[in-house]
Structure formats: structure tokens, C-alpha cells
């Protein structure tokens, strides 16, 4: 079974939805979890604008708390998948030597643009993005 953790700076918007998108995508033989670097929307639900996104998508985010990442969640993963260079930066500094071989940024070389503030189209966007990056984790679609 693989282990995936997404992580975003909040874990509000982006992680979230990827954690839902890699979880439909990767099946029974996946676990993901999310994680957000700062605690501001510890429990909280994910962002209604992502919600929306994700409902469009065929995806039900309503069930989401925030999180904020730990040591123990770095151990669990079998990889770390940072939303941007920001954010793989700060796990970098945080994580232990033996996690470090586990960072990667989502899309690879690139980052997801984080939509907040922003209207309900760049939640779309974003939520579009993070979908067709599954594939770069996840070899076949879901059943």
C-alpha cells in the first residue's frame, strides 16, 4: 500500500484536494493524507470556494479538517508532496534526513498557484491542475 501526503501552507485549498483527488485516483491501494504548515485553519473546514471546485469535479471536500503537518505524518508517507517551492522549502527545513529523500513538489517542476483571495474561477483552475497531476502519482484511473 502507498502513502502519499500532500501539503499546502494551510491545508484549506490545495492539499486537500489533491489528497481527495490522489485518494479517488489511487484506489484501495493508497492512503493520502493532507497537511498544512501553519495552523490557522487547524479543524476547520476546507475553503467553500474549493469545495465548490471540488464538487465539480465529482469530489466531496465537505468532510475535510484542517491539519497541521507533523514529524509523525513525515514518517508515515512514503512520499511528500509539496503544493509549491515555498512550501518543499519549509518541510525541507522541518523534516528529518531520513524524510528528505521523500520530498517532491506535486506537479514536479512546477508549482500550484494558490488561489486564495482570489474568485471562484482560480479555485476552478487550480482544482483542474491538481486533478490532471494525479497521473504523475498514480499510474492508472480509478475504477
Same mark, same amino acid.
Given at each position: 500500500m502507498r502513502k502519499l501526503l500532500t501539503v499546502? #501552507? =494551510?491545508n484549506y485549498c490545495r492539499s486537500p484536494f489533491a489528497q481527495i483527488a490522489l485518494a479517488h485516483r489511487g484506489g484501495p491501494d493508497m492512503r493520502v493524507r493532507s497537511a498544512g504548515l501553519? =495552523?490557522?485553519?487547524? %479543524?476547520?473546514p476546507a475553503n467553500e470556494s474549493m469545495v465548490k471546485?471540488?464538487?465539480? #469535479? =465529482?469530489? %466531496?471536500?465537505t =468532510?475535510?479538517?484542517g491539519q497541521?503537518?507533523? #514529524? %509523525? +505524518?513525515?514518517?508515515w508517507a512514503d512520499a511528500v508532496l509539496a503544493m509549491d517551492a515555498s512550501v518543499l522549502d519549509t518541510v525541507r527545513a522541518i523534516c528529518t534526513q531520513a524524510n528528505e *529523500?521523500?520530498?517532491? !513538489?506535486? #506537479? &514536479?517542476?512546477?508549482? @500550484? *498557484? %494558490?488561489p +486564495? &483571495?482570489?474568485?471562484d474561477a482560480a479555485f476552478n483552475d487550480c482544482a483542474v491542475l491538481i486533478e490532471a497531476g494525479t497521473? !504523475?502519482? @498514480? &499510474?492508472r484511473p480509478s475504477q
Open positions: 499546502c #501552507l =494551510g501553519i =495552523g490557522k485553519w487547524q %479543524d476547520q471546485a471540488a464538487r465539480r #469535479l =465529482g469530489h %466531496d471536500l =468532510g475535510h479538517r497541521q503537518i507533523t #514529524l %509523525d +505524518m513525515l514518517d *529523500p521523500k520530498l517532491a !513538489l506535486y #506537479l &514536479g517542476n512546477r508549482d @500550484v *498557484p %494558490d +486564495m &483571495g482570489q474568485d497521473a !504523475l502519482h @498514480v &499510474g
